[in-house]
């Protein structure tokens, strides 16, 4: 698995849920593009903007994210809209299965107070590492699986699969 590196926006509400990530008006359609272009507009309407503009790549956020509904559409939301990872203290569990079923990685990330927007971090999933590169400190997370790095790498669930059935 490749370290990701990027720029952060940093969201201190709890219980960010899927109505928020995704509005559930905007479920009329399934076009990644469009739900990317409505991605988080409730919570922040200048999203998009951040996203584009300003090189973010990286969502912090405190604890329960993606609480709600099961929505599939809000991680897929997230990741089209141009975010690498999300990370906090803790997701709803639903949510983490369908951000790793198309290969958004999460981390539980407690130390959430130690990261501000526009700071730069580095993940490193292997070996268990959150670099804040624009403060210069280092903190551990748990290590990913290698297997759910292999889904992420895989860009998801059924590439993954995919490549386990043309070993065989």
């Given amino acids: 698995m490749i370290n990701l590196k990027g720029k952060v926006i940093k969201y201190e509400e ?32 200048n999203f998009n903007s951040k996203v ?19 929505r599939e559409q809000a991680p897929l939301a997230i990741k089209t809209a141009g975010i690498q990872c999300v990370l906090a203290p803790s997701f709803a569990r639903i949510f983490f299965r369908n951000a790793i079923n198309i290969g958004l990685p999460i981390v539980e990330f407690k130390e959430i107070q130690e990261v501000n927007t526009g700071d730069e971090l580095e993940i490193d999933f292997e070996k268990g590492l959150v670099s804040n590169l624009t403060s210069n400190k280092q903190f551990t997370i748990n290590k990913m699986p290698k297997f759910l790095q292999e889904i992420i790498a895989s860009e998801g669930l059924v590439n993954y699969a995919k490549k386990i059935i043309a070993r065989s």
């Avoid at 559930?24 to 409505?38: C, I, Q, T, W």
């Fill in 14 to 45: 709890k219980n960010i849920n899927t109505d928020l990530i995704i509005p559930a008006r905007y479920l009329v359609k399934s076009d990644p593009k469009f739900l990317a272009e409505h991605c988080m507009e409730d919570l922040d309407p």
């Fill in 52 to 70: 584009k503009n300003e090189g973010i790549s990286i969502i912090v956020a405190d604890s329960n994210f993606g609480s709600g509904s099961s």
